[in-house]
């Protein structure tokens, strides 16, 4: 250390040593010398800091001094708890040697990201635009298939949207009944006589002529007897029928009839609730309201099928017709294993799916027009499987003619 700052010291020292042990009359100067060393004496910790005296810096640098704020910001060398986060360190693989992950705190710290090996193992993810191009009004309707990952996929152009979207049930029996141009109604008897032996077909009927009762104990009349067993002969052949009906009578009757006609031994169809008449009523409080307000439940039934109207009383025409077939006519005629599934419904029923299989274009509108724009009996919607798993949609006829 400098010789004139131990000097200083030394002088100060022996100062502050004298004027404490002074104990009377002490001189003017000498009382001014011990009051002018109490700056020396508020430094002590100064003095009793070794490091501090030991260090010429600090000692001769008042402003590294001071600035102690800066020694005690010891909470950044205290947040070691990001150097203690090894469990990042740790962590699988897969996950460290994503980069993008590992920059982003937030998504390694998320265990359902880290944890998910489709999304870690996604390092570039194509969306339908790359495989079909862009969706737009004049493609939309339009579902195409392309394969990803070994699987086969397909898409359809929502044309509300216009976004690609997975193609769903509905949008392929959509594609279907466009391809199949159902636009007027065909024998039954033509149907069956022309069926590959590779295909199967699905037949959903209107029951044969009933009496005056509308109930669900109402039977058919002497000539439904007569037109179901009819039909029935007709269509004798060598293949294997399955049979379904509502929970109605005359619905079983009719399937019992046609079965007699045919020569089947086995002439019990199943009951299958889906086919009572009230299948697409969604609200039946709506329902009669509208039906009582608008002329009936035929020209209210009519008008939902073709113009949407009464959505309140209604599902929607196309959803509810797919969920039909895929979940309970479908899968009771595969269980079956037969080659055809002949259904018997109601009016009530069979109309909306008629509108719906020929792409409305087999004129059923009675609330326009009462005069022979209502079903006939034995009318109805058939749908051929082909082997290669596509379907044609058809508008069918047991009688001479389809509409009454």
Known sequence: MNRKIWMGVLVALSLLFWG????????????????????????????????????????????????????????????????????????????????????????????????????????????????????????????????????????????????????????????????????????????VDNLATTEKMVVVLRHAERGSDYSMTGPLNENGFKQSQ?????????????????????????????????????????????????WFVKDETAYKAAKDAHGGGWKVTSQWAYEGDYSDAFYELNSRSTELFEEHLIPAFESSGKQVGLFVSHDLVMVPLVVYASGKNIDLKYYKDSSDHWLNYLGGVAIVFKPDGTRVFYVVKGLESGTM
């Open 230 to 278: 009819d039909l029935g002969e007709s269509i004798a052949n060598d293949i294997e029928f399955y049979y379904g009906a509502s929970q109605f009578v005359r619905a079983h009757q009719t399937c019992n009839s046609i079965a007699k006609g045919r020569g089947d031994l086995d002439t019990l169809a199943d009951t299958l609730a889906a086919l009572n008449d009230s």
């Open 20 to 191: 404490c042990n002074e104990a009377t009359g002490s001189s003017e100067q000498s009382e001014k010398m011990v009051r002018d060393s109490v700056v020396v004496r508020d430094s002590v910790r100064f003095i009793d800091s070794v490091r501090i005296i030991n260090s010429i810096n600090f000692v001769d640098s008042v402003r590294v001094v001071d600035s102690v704020n800066v020694v005690d910001s010891l909470h950044v060398v205290d947040s070691l708890n990001i150097v203690d986060s090894l469990h990042v360190v740790d962590s699988p693989v897969h996950v460290v040697d994503s980069v993008r992950f590992i920059d982003s705190v937030r998504v390694i710290d998320s265990l359902n990201i880290k944890d998910s090996v489709r999304v870690v193992d996604s390092v570039v993810v194509y969306g339908p635009e790359h495989y079909f191009g862009p969706c737009t009004s004049e493609n939309s309707g339009e579902i195409k298939s392309t394969t990803i990952y070994d699987e086969v996929r397909a898409y359809v152009c929502d044309e509300n949207t216009l976004l690609w979207r997975i193609a769903t049930q509905v949008d392929w029996n959509d594609k279907y009944i466009y391809e199949s141009h159902a636009d007027e109604f065909t024998d039954l008897k033509k149907l």
